[in-house]
């Protein structure tokens, strides 16, 4: 079973703050996903990735970066966190581009004052 | 982009009762999923249904790709089987997939 994890599992920021969310996947997967849930929206894509160092654009970028510095890590950065940054977010990994299985990490829920 | 709608965006039943929920989509979709996420959890696949019936357990998913239709079945709900459900169907050349603002489901006893 792919294992993806997520850190942390909760955090509060103030507005302007800098922050960063972790993903690890331990099944050697080369697609890495950073999604963000909010009520009346779904899950919508920010950024993803297919392999150590690429990055591609999802749906909703504006206000974040992120980086795949290696197989197994995938980081989400918001530098100057705003109060529209407030959402649950999933990361998730598979192993080809819309595969048949997408594993996702527990989410990371975070509240931007 | 794919633009995927679900309806109902709620529903609630009585354990033992069936549930059917719909999946449109705006684009040929070759790579139909669905998904659950438990109250307060995180996703899991369910069922991948590029086209056909598909079945597992309780479920059943049925996509006419011409139609830009999926359909998930649900036999003899339990109180488990409460969440939201998701469908997702993939944008342009098929590396996103674009998802639905799901299905919530609330089996009662």
């Known amino acids: 079973e792919a294992a993806v994890t997520q850190s942390p599992r909760n955090k509060v920021t103030v507005t302007g703050g800098n922050v960063t969310l972790s993903c690890r996947q331990t099944?050697?997967?080369?697609?890495m996903y950073w999604y963000r849930q909010d009520t009346g929206h779904g899950l919508r894509l920010i950024h993803y990735?297919?392999?150590?160092?690429?990055?591609q654009i999802g749906d909703v970028p504006d206000g974040y970066k992120a980086t795949r510095t290696t197989q197994e890590d995938f980081f989400l950065l918001l530098e100057l966190a705003s109060p529209s940054q407030t959402s649950l977010y999933f990361c998730?990994?598979?192993?080809?581009?819309?595969?048949?299985?997408?594993?996702f990490g527990s989410g990371t829920r975070l509240t931007v004052l | 982009g794919q633009q995927v709608q679900q309806s109902p965006a709620s529903l609630v039943l009585q354990e033992g009762e069936n549930a059917e929920l719909q999946c449109n989509f705006s684009s040929t979709a070759t790579q139909l999923q669905w998904f659950y996420q438990r109250p307060g959890g995180s996703l899991v696949s369910l069922l991948y249904?590029?086209?056909g019936t598909k079945h597992t357990g309780r479920l059943t998913s049925t996509t006419v790709t011409k139609e830009r239709r999926s359909s998930l079945h649900i036999s003899s709900s339990q109180i488990t089987d409460s969440g939201t459900y998701f469908c997702a169907s993939p944008q342009g050349t098929g590396s996103k997939l674009s998802f639905g603002k799901g299905a919530k489901l609330t089996v009662s006893p």
């Open positions: 998730a990994s598979s192993d080809a581009p819309c595969a048949e299985t997408l594993y």
């Open positions: 990735s297919y392999g150590a160092g690429n990055l």
């Open positions: 249904n590029p086209s």
């Open positions: 099944n050697s997967h080369n697609y």
